[in-house]
């Protein structure tokens, strides 16, 4: 017995609510705890109005610093390559790296190459030294520029896009990529700055460190203008406890300007599922394009079994969102050119669970929650993560399935190169009634010969 489709309806939701949900996939990327969006937000939120931000700024604010790692990805690859490292970890504690020549020093001596052989980890150390300025400006400006393209691809103003690009700008000058000083970086970026690292030292620290990290870069990373409002702010021990309290999701939610509490219907719905698509693919050269080629193909095979429109939608959506359980996977893992080890399968293998953890936060996304976590088995139960059987694999992951693994085919990969169609389908072939559906794939077959 085969399940049926989910039931598909037309159901709005406010606009913070599905974002909030999927911060959590770029907090996975950045290597923080769960969550670090969320408190940024309200650190920033608070700070905002202590300065007495205008309706605008405050939305802005809002918006900026929940979406402030949209690019987060996009640097990813070119870290591990560059630092022979963890991209995660190396990010985490980054952050946590001021301005001096020692520290830098110490991180990079610390952080780079520790598991490469010595002559490659000497050489990635003498490239970083030799070429650290332009090494940074290229990182940072990848990953900011990328997250305002993707702002502005989800609808946000270029007031929020601007300041994403800018996150990394410091107000003696001294950030990056363009240097910007002063009240030439936009405020929201100011106030997202510190927020930031607010949260990040108060979480690995505690309280005092988070102040003591302020104090110690306004004038230089911070605005002091700003640096105070936020003494002002911290004064009240009500603001730290929400920081630490069970109701902070809900209340960051709450603090979404009135103005901007629009709902998402199902057309906002698909572009944020296509902008989320886009910072899955952008951690790895291997899989840029994976997601919405798994969407084309799950739609070729969907309208070739002929669905129907509506719920040739929540396919495609579905298959944009598969992977994003990958954002929590290393690029030593997902680039690596030769077999996984035990360990990095076991990580390679945890995508599909996280990518069910943070669908399963969106109401709206429950549907493409099971899907997330399924999408790697198999109707004989040799599948991962639950090696659950076709009575319990429903008709939209089938379709995923198939068209996850055409695309993985017929795609380069960093141990293999791209195969023809025909070699891919052969091989798909020899899987169906124990791995693929037989009626997806002869779907697939029939679309492609359509297709020409």
Known sequence: ??????????????????????????????????????????????????????????????????????????????ICQLYLVDDRTFKKDFKTVGDSLPQVLRFVLSHTGMKADLAARFRAIVNVMQNGGEIANELIEARCQRGAQIARMMRFSDGVADAIASLDEHWDGGGRPSGLRGEAIPLESRIALLAQVVDVFLVSEGRRAALKEVRRRAGSWFDPRIAAAFERVAADASFWDMLESPSLHQTVLALEPAEAATECDDEYLDQIAAGFAQIVDSKSPYTYGHSERVAVFSDMIAEQ????????????????????????????????????????????????????????????????????????????????????????????????????????????????????????????????????????????????????
């Open 1 to 78: 017995m085969i399940r049926r489709m989910p039931n598909v309806t037309t159901s709005s939701m406010r606009l913070s609510e599905v974002l909030g949900a999927l911060s959590y996939a770029l907090d996975l990327t950045e290597g923080q705890p769960a969550g670090h969006c969320l408190r940024s937000c309200w650190i920033g939120v608070q700070v905002a109005r202590a300065l007495g931000a205008t309706p605008r700024q405050l939305h802005d604010t809002y918006y900026t610093i929940l979406l402030k790692d949209l690019g987060c990805s996009s640097n990813a690859a070119r």
């Open 305 to 452: 079994m002929g669905h129907a429109a509506h719920e040739r939608r929540l396919i495609k959506r579905a298959a944009l969102l598969h992977d994003i359980g990958k954002l929590a996977v290393s690029n030593t893992i997902l680039d690596k050119p030769g077999k996984l080890d035990e360990t990095e399968w076991l990580e390679m293998r945890g995508h599909a669970a996280q990518s069910e953890i943070i669908l399963a936060r969106v109401p709206a996304f429950a549907d493409m929650a099971r899907v997330g976590g399924a999408h790697h088995e198999r109707l004989d139960g040799k599948g991962y993560p639950r090696q659950l059987t076709d009575i319990s694999i429903c008709p939209m992951t089938r379709i995923i399935s198939t068209a996850d693994v055409f695309d993985a085919l017929t795609a380069d990969r960093p141990y293999r190169a791209a195969m023809r169609v025909s070699d891919a389908l052969a091989i798909i072939r020899n899987d169906v009634g124990a791995a693929i559906d037989a009626t997806c794939f002869a779907a697939l077959e029939q679309a492609l010969a359509r297709a020409g």
